[in-house]
């Protein structure tokens, strides 16, 4: 990580315009194209669910907003995320939280090893990988529900600042594409309208080329 100037910070005003406001979050849900990322996970038998998480993963470090964090009112940028995957534990209905191997180049490796270390983990040990650190990307996946809107749980108002994803149930539209509703919860103090959809667009732009 490294700390930012604040004073000579770019995004000076909008940080302390949106600090300690009540919900001071751009909260975005849009259908994203996923027809090749299914295709994928089905041809190389991995869960499609871990390849989103890799193709999101990717995409959020391409862009330096979503890189930056800030605590007791100082912000810093980090090098790069930890994904942290939520997965329900089979049988139950519960959920644990692994965390995949980061930075990796290697989509297949990424699956296996973060699909071994949801399988393993404990519902006790979760809470440890969010404890003190906010260079995460936690990601969760309602694939019951093809939703329009989704609002995941906010931690002390203004102060929770770390980006939280999540995907929906996939369906199929009228031309035949797989959609999937992607949901992208982030501080505004730390970005604007303009680098949600440039996630978005750089999002669908990985999901065409996935071979």
């Not at 770019?10 to 027809?35: M, S």
């Not at 907003?65 to 980090?78: L, M």
């Not at 296996?112 to 996946?141: C, Q």
């Not at 694939?143 to 995907?167: C, E, L």
Request: net charge negative.
């Amino acid at each position: 990580m490294e700390w930012i100037d604040l004073e000579n910070w770019d995004r000076k005003l909008q940080f302390r315009n949106y600090l300690g406001t009540d919900l001071p979050y751009i909260i975005i849900t849009a259908n994203v194209d996923v027809t090749k990322p299914l295709d994928f996970a089905h041809r190389h038998g991995v869960s499609f669910n871990m390849v989103m998480v890799y193709i999101c993963t990717k995409v959020i470090d391409s862009i330096k907003n979503y890189r930056y964090r800030f605590a007791d009112g100082k912000p810093f940028i980090i090098d790069h995320t930890r994904p942290l995957v939520n997965h329900l534990v089979p049988g139950t209905e519960h959920f644990v939280i692994a965390e995949g191997p980061w930075p990796c180049d290697d989509i297949l490796e990424f699956c296996r090893v973060t699909h071994e270390r949801a399988l393993a983990a404990s519902p006790d040990e979760w809470y440890d990988l969010f404890k003190g650190t906010l260079d995460h990307v936690n990601f969760t996946s309602i694939p019951w529900v093809q939703y329009t809107g989704f609002i995941r749980t906010i931690k002390h108002d203004g102060v929770d600042n770390a980006p939280k994803m999540s995907f929906g149930k996939y369906f199929r539209d009228s031309e035949g594409r797989v959609m999937m509703p992607v949901s992208s919860q982030t501080h505004h103090g730390l970005m604007d309208g303009y680098h949600v959809g440039l996630f978005y667009e750089r999002l669908q732009k990985a999901c065409d080329e996935l071979e």
